[in-house]
C-alpha cells in the first residue's frame, strides 16, 4: 500500500522568511496530492492539491510542486506570517471518489514575529 | 453552510467500556470517512462509506470497531471492551463524490480518552 514519508518533522521560520515542507510517496498509483493544515485543537483543512498531470501549482503565497518520477511533492510557502503557524499534514491518493487519503507525519511550523 | 460536524467533541471513558461517536456530514455528501489521529501523527484511515454501505473497512484495527451509516446521512463509529491505545482523536470526513478531485472536508474531531 502508499506509504508517505514528510520531512521536516518541525521547522521555525523567521516572519517573511519562506517554508518548504517535502513529501515523498511510494505507491507509483497516486495521482492526487492535497496539503492540509490543522492548527492546534482544530480540524484538518485543505489551503491546496495538485494532480498528478500538472508540475506545480500556486495560490497567492502557497504554492506545490510534483515531480512524479522521483515520486516527491513539495508545499512552498512565501512570505511567512505568525498566522501561517499550524502543523502542515501532506497526503497522497488516487484521483477516484472514495480513495482514502493517506497522511504524512506532519510538520510542525512555528513562525515568529 | 454547515460543515461536518462531531459529537462529542470528548469523551472520557474507562478501559472495557462502550462507546458511540457521531458524525454528520455535510447536506448532500455522499462519502463519509473516518480516521483516527494519534498524538503527533497524521490522520488514518479507518473506514469509507457511500451511502449507507461501507464500501472498504480495511482500516478498522479489530473486530471492537465497528460503524454505521443506515440512512446514507449522519455515521455513528462504535467501538467495543475499549482499550487505552484506543485513545486518540477521531475525524470524520465528508466529500461530495460527483467531482475530480473528490476532496474531504473534516470534522472537528472527537477526542476520546480511555483510562
Known amino acids: 500500500g502508499e506509504n508517505v514519508e514528510q520531512h521536516p518533522s518541525t521547522l521555525s521560520v523567521q516572519e517573511g522568511d519562506s517554508a518548504v515542507i517535502k513529501c515523498t510517496y511510494s505507491?507509483?498509483?497516486?495521482?492526487?496530492f492535497p496539503w492540509y493544515k490543522q492548527e492546534l485543537g482544530k480540524r484538518p483543512q485543505l489551503i491546496i492539491d495538485i494532480r498528478s498531470n500538472v508540475g506545480e501549482k500556486k495560490d497567492q503565497r502557497i504554492a506545490v510542486t510534483l515531480n512524479k518520477t522521483a515520486k516527491h511533492f513539495s508545499l512552498h510557502i512565501t512570505e511567512t506570517q505568525p498566522e501561517d503557524s499550524a502543523v502542515y499534514f501532506c497526503?497522497?491518493?488516487?484521483?477516484?471518489?472514495?480513495?482514502?487519503?493517506?497522511f504524512g507525519k506532519g510538520t510542525t511550523l512555528s513562525v515568529s514575529s | 453552510g454547515a460543515g461536518v460536524s462531531q459529537t462529542p467533541s470528548n469523551k472520557v471513558t474507562e478501559k472495557g467500556k462502550y462507546v458511540e461517536l457521531r458524525c454528520d456530514p455535510i447536506s448532500g455528501h455522499t462519502a463519509l470517512y473516518w480516521y483516527r489521529q494519534s498524538l503527533g501523527q497524521g490522520p488514518e484511515f479507518l473506514i469509507y462509506f457511500q451511502g449507507t454501505g461501507a464500501a472498504d473497512d480495511s482500516g478498522l484495527p479489530n473486530d471492537r470497531f465497528f460503524a454505521v451509516r443506515p440512512e446514507g446521512s449522519v455515521s455513528t463509529l462504535k467501538i467495543q471492551r475499549t482499550e487505552r491505545g484506543d485513545s486518540a482523536v477521531y475525524l470524520c470526513?465528508?466529500?461530495?463524490?460527483?467531482?475530480?478531485?473528490?476532496?474531504?472536508?473534516f470534522g472537528p474531531g472527537t477526542r476520546l480518552t480511555v483510562l
Open positions: 497526503a497522497a491518493s488516487r484521483l477516484q471518489a472514495g480513495t482514502a487519503l493517506i
Open positions: 505507491d507509483s498509483a497516486s495521482n492526487y
Open positions: 470526513a465528508s466529500s461530495l463524490r460527483s467531482s475530480m478531485p473528490d476532496t474531504q472536508y
